[in-house]
Structures are given as structure tokens and as C-alpha cells.
């Protein structure tokens, strides 16, 4: 019995023994992490604020591709929420969409030259004589303001400031300095530097991660994550990817033990290639914007990257919006959805091509056409006039023909339109003279129509089919060229009742039914001679004759004959008089 007391008690004793160790054992155990075994938290950490940078990063590539490469301020970019009205951009889709192309400052109505049909041309204030062409060898239409900038000249050569620009490159530019954009003065300081595309994402990054950044859920898990210094972010835009830098210093603590774990540095790449897309889109816009030949539906796609439609004429005809796809760029997690850039064009007024109705040797070969096709009556060279039959017989077909000469004596063959439409649209046109109504064929019987003291003007305008107030008008001072007599001669008729006749003849330049009147003016003679009297006694060809008797006063003398026509303009010859008669 007592041996069986001993065996119990020896079981219970060791069985307490083993109890203690194992409490002691537990009481000694740590079941926290090692201070240099928080990575696991680490790599949740460092997943948790790449996928907000990722999220944060499609948002703002969004915004900029919806809205025309800008985010305003109140979105979390940089642009002023006061560039968000209709001087630069368009309300599309209650989405505020910027004007990727703006009409330059053209000035309608331009003539460049004088009221004054004696006056020359003021260079200073208006294109090239080849308009809207830099020069005979070019149908784009260049301009800059640098050092590389290709202005418009005169006929002398000298540097023409003024173009009439139709549109302008107004697509912000990529990076905060250089570029594409930065030959374009007045948008480079319309859009200060953090207001360009890489500086604005970085801004609209920066002020949206912060909303994503919900640590809470570190914090049930008893950890405290506290920022401990400012946010940058670098966005890197290249031909296959569009990479984010962020540096945004972060302190990982463990909430029980007090150890902790800096990290600072992340990084997220996306399927978006920005970069491609941009260059893409700035190269088509810009031959939209220079070149009035060129029509954006025949852009030609690059490696996925196209246009993908062009709305034209919504909105009461205010404006066309244009849309750019990448099919190769991802813009959501699931990969249904590429990324697209949205462009507002507004409308622009039509641009009447520059004529110089003045001095048609302008420009090689026009007056030879002119004659040839246009019915002219070319005036002596350094006159500053057109001809006199088209101008006497005002119509369309007139008109055109003047412009067909323009298009067929320049370089471009062809391409020398009437009138230039930057967005365009379809134009057509009218006329009217200062005594005709608009289109009305306005015939004039004689000179006397055009007397210096009748202003007479033909105005031209061209305007939209679809929105007549879309248009330009030129108004131009016209005359028909005056010649002035010449070729004045005498000849001796013979004696006529005592008196001696003389026939006087002045050739008339301007012949035909409407020829302008000559008239002879007293002659003027010297010594005992007198002049009985002078009257008209034919006309023909071209040449009018008087009959002028003198008194049968023996002698030589000197007379001088004048001719004038009825606008004044007079030529006069000496000639000597014999009497009697050789």
C-alpha cells in the first residue's frame, strides 16, 4: 500500500515538473517579430502605396487625355480653374476640353494697300505677294519667332511681320522647359512652366495620393504608419510606358514593440506611351494648324495610334472635336479600355487670299494671262492699275478669271485658292460694287463711271455656307486705267478762204465703242499768227482729228498743241507751223 502511496506521488511530482517547464518554456517565448523581420509589413506597405500611385497616376492621365493635355485646380492640377471658360477651352460633355488649335490674330479685311489710287503698298502691314505662301516654292504656311523663324517678304525681299496667320499650335507643351512648343511665344507665356503636361500630372499626383492613403487597416494590425517628409513625383513619359517616380518618405512602426522601418522610394510603370501619343497628336495638330492643305482625316495612323474621329461643326457650327486613339495603351487594370485624347478646334473665320489689284507685273506672267484669258487691256509698265475691259464688265466670271491667274502664275499650280478656311469648312462668296447691288452684274457704258470724283469700290466676301457670320471681306478702290493722249501730229490741208488749215491728230490708247473723249485745247502760238478756229472732224481707230485754221499771216512759227482726255490727263506737243502751207 505504502509503495503504491510512493509510485502516485513520484507520478505527480514529475508530472508537476514537466507542467513547470512547459510554463516557463511559453513564459520565455517571444511571439513578436525580431526587429529586422518587419519586411512582410514592408512589402505590404510599399504594395499598398504603389497601387494608390497607380490609381492616381490613371486618374490624372485620364483628366489630361478628356480634357486636351490639362488639369485645372480644382481637379488637382496646376492650371488656373480661370482658363476654364470659352476663350480657351470648349464645354464638351460638361467636360472642359482645351482648344488644341486657337485662330492667330488675323486681320480681316486687310488690303495692305492705300485709299489713295496713287499710293503705294504699306509692306509693313501685309503678307507676301504670293499669300498665304512663304515663297514661290512653298504652299505650307510657316511662322516662329526664333531664330529659325521663316517670315514672308516683299517684292523688294525685306522681311514682312505681319502674316495673316489663319490658326496656331495651342497643345501644351510636354515638359516644364524645351520641346515642340516653345517656338510658339505667346503660348509659352500663356502656360507658365508648371503649367505644362509633366508638371501638371506631377501636381495632380501629389494632392490625389494622399486621398488614397487610408493606413487604417495597418493600424488594426498594430501598426503605425506616419509620414515623415514632402512628397515628389517625377513622371517619365517615353515611346512604350509612362513611368511614375515617387519619393515620399514613410515610418513603419510596430505599435507593441516600438521598432520601426523607414522606406521612401516607389514606383509604378502603366501601358500608356504617353510619349508616342504626344509626339503623334503634336506633329498632326501642327500641320492642321500651318498648312491649309492639309485635311485631318487624312492622317495616317502609327503603330496603333490614329485618329479615331472628327466631330466637325457641332454646337452651332463653334466648333469640331477631334479624338485620338492608342490601341497598344492600357488605361484601366482590366485592359478593355485605350487611352484616348480629346482636342477642341474652335471655328475660324474664312481668310481671303491677297491680290495686287495695283500693279499687276506683281507677279511674272499674270498680266500675259490676264490679257490672254481675262480680256485686259494691260497699261503700260509702273502704272497702278488692273486693266479696262474686265472692270468695265464687273462680273463673276471677271473675277474668278483674276483668280485663276493668281493660281496658274504661281509655284504652287493650283493650289492658290480664292479664299483659305483653316478648318475646312465650305466657303462661297459674293460681290458687289459701290454702285451695284451683291452679285449683280454691274456693266459701266464709259469712263465718266469712274471719275475721280465717284468713289468706286468692288468688295469681295467670302463666308461659310453654313455660318454666314464666319467671313472676311476685302473692299478695293477700282479705276479703270486712264491712257493718256499721244502721238499728237500736224499736216498742212491747205488755204480754206484766206485761212490756212492745218490738221491736227492725238492717238487714243482706250479705242472701241466706249473709248474715252479727247479734246483739243486752244492752241498756243507765237508771233503775228492767230488761231480762227479748231473743230473735230473724224474719229477712227484709235485717233481723233481737228481741223485748225490759222490767219494768212506769212511766216514760221512754233505751236504748241494740247490734247486732254475727260479724266483730265492731257499730253502737248510743239510743232512748227508754216504759212503758207510747204
Known amino acids: 500500500m505504502r509503495k503504491a502511496q510512493v509510485s502516485i506521488f513520484i507520478i505527480i511530482a514529475l508530472a ?14 517571444n511571439i513578436r517579430p525580431a526587429a529586422n523581420d518587419l519586411s512582410p509589413q514592408v512589402d505590404n506597405l510599399n504594395t499598398f502605396v ?8 490613371m486618374n490624372g492621365l485620364k483628366l489630361l487625355g478628356a480634357q486636351g493635355g490639362i488639369i485645372f485646380e480644382h481637379q488637382g492640377g496646376s492650371v488656373p480653374d480661370s482658363f476654364g471658360d470659352d476663350r480657351f477651352t470648349w464645354n464638351h460633355s460638361d467636360t472642359r476640353v482645351w482648344y488644341s488649335i486657337r485662330p492667330d490674330s488675323v486681320t480681316y479685311g486687310k488690303s495692305c494697300a492705300t485709299d489713295d489710287l496713287g499710293g503705294t503698298y504699306n ?51 510636354l515638359y516644364e522647359s524645351g520641346g515642340p512648343q516653345d517656338h510658339v511665344a505667346w503660348l509659352s ?4 512652366p508648371h ?32 509620414p515623415t517628409g514632402g512628397i515628389t513625383v517625377n513622371p517619365i513619359f517615353s515611346e512604350e510606358f509612362t513611368k511614375i517616380e515617387l519619393v515620399m518618405p514613410l515610418l513603419l512602426i510596430d505599435n507593441s514593440t516600438n521598432r520601426s522601418t523607414a522606406i521612401k522610394n516607389f514606383k509604378v510603370d502603366t501601358r500608356v506611351r504617353f510619349g508616342k501619343i504626344y509626339k503623334y497628336i503634336n506633329d498632326i495638330l501642327s500641320k492642321e494648324a500651318d498648312d491649309y492643305s492639309f485635311n485631318l482625316e487624312s492622317a495616317e495612323p502609327l503603330d496603333g495610334i490614329s485618329l479615331e474621329s472628327l466631330d466637325r461643326d457641332l454646337y452651332e457650327k463653334e466648333v469640331d472635336m477631334v479624338v485620338f486613339v492608342d490601341t497598344k495603351s492600357v488605361i484601366t487594370d482590366d485592359g478593355f479600355d485605350n487611352f484616348r485624347f480629346t482636342g477642341a478646334i474652335p471655328n475660324s473665320p474664312p481668310v481671303i487670299s491677297y491680290i495686287h489689284y495695283r500693279n499687276i507685273s506683281a507677279m511674272k506672267n499674270l498680266d500675259s494671262f490676264l490679257v490672254r484669258y481675262c480680256g485686259f487691256v494691260v497699261p503700260p509698265t509702273g502704272t497702278h492699275a488692273l486693266g479696262r475691259k474686265a472692270f468695265s464688265h464687273m462680273n463673276r466670271d471677271i473675277i474668278k478669271c483674276i483668280f485663276s491667274g493668281y493660281a496658274n502664275v504661281t ?29 449683280e452684274h454691274c456693266q459701266y457704258d464709259n469712263e465718266y463711271e469712274f471719275d475721280n470724283g465717284m468713289a468706286t469700290e468692288l468688295t469681295l466676301r467670302f463666308f461659310e455656307s453654313s ?20 502721238r499728237i501730229q500736224a499736216e498742212c490741208v491747205g488755204e480754206f478762204y484766206g485761212s490756212y488749215v492745218y490738221r491736227v491728230g492725238a492717238y487714243n490708247e482706250e479705242t472701241g465703242p466706249n473709248m474715252d473723249p479727247l479734246i483739243l485745247l486752244p492752241p498756243e502760238v507765237s508771233g503775228a499768227v492767230t488761231v480762227e478756229n479748231y473743230e473735230i472732224v473724224d474719229t477712227t481707230l484709235g485717233w481723233v482729228w481737228w481741223d485748225v485754221r490759222f490767219s494768212n499771216t506769212p511766216g514760221d512759227y512754233d505751236v504748241k498743241f494740247t490734247v486732254e482726255d475727260s479724266f483730265g490727263e492731257s499730253n502737248s506737243t510743239t510743232l512748227p507751223i508754216k504759212i503758207p502751207c510747204p
Not at 22 to 29: D, E, H, N, R, V
Not at 150 to 167: E, I, S, T
Not at 189 to 192: A, Q
Open 16 to 29: 508537476l515538473l514537466i507542467l513547470i517547464g512547459i510554463l516557463i518554456a511559453l513564459a520565455s517565448f
Open 50 to 57: 504603389e497601387q494608390c500611385l497607380f490609381d492616381s497616376t
Open 123 to 173: 509692306f509693313a502691314a501685309c503678307p507676301s505677294y504670293t499669300f498665304p505662301f512663304r515663297g514661290e516654292d512653298s504652299d505650307r504656311i510657316e511662322f516662329g519667332v526664333e531664330a529659325t523663324t521663316k517670315y514672308a517678304h516683299d517684292l523688294q525681299g525685306d522681311q514682312v511681320d505681319n502674316m495673316r496667320l489663319l490658326n496656331r499650335l495651342s497643345l501644351p507643351g
Open 189 to 192: 507665356s500663356l502656360l507658365s
Open 195 to 226: 503649367m505644362k503636361i509633366k508638371p501638371n500630372l506631377a501636381e495632380f499626383i501629389k494632392n490625389n495620393i494622399t486621398k488614397c492613403l487610408d493606413f487604417s487597416e495597418f493600424r488594426r494590425q498594430g501598426y503605425i504608419v506616419e
Open 411 to 439: 509655284a504652287a499650280q493650283g493650289k492658290y485658292q480664292m479664299a483659305y478656311d483653316a478648318d475646312d469648312d465650305d466657303l462661297t462668296w459674293e460681290f458687289k460694287t459701290s454702285n451695284c447691288s451683291w452679285n
Open 467 to 486: 455660318r454666314p457670320e464666319y467671313e472676311d471681306l476685302l473692299t478695293i478702290p477700282i479705276k479703270l486705267y486712264n491712257y493718256a493722249p499721244s
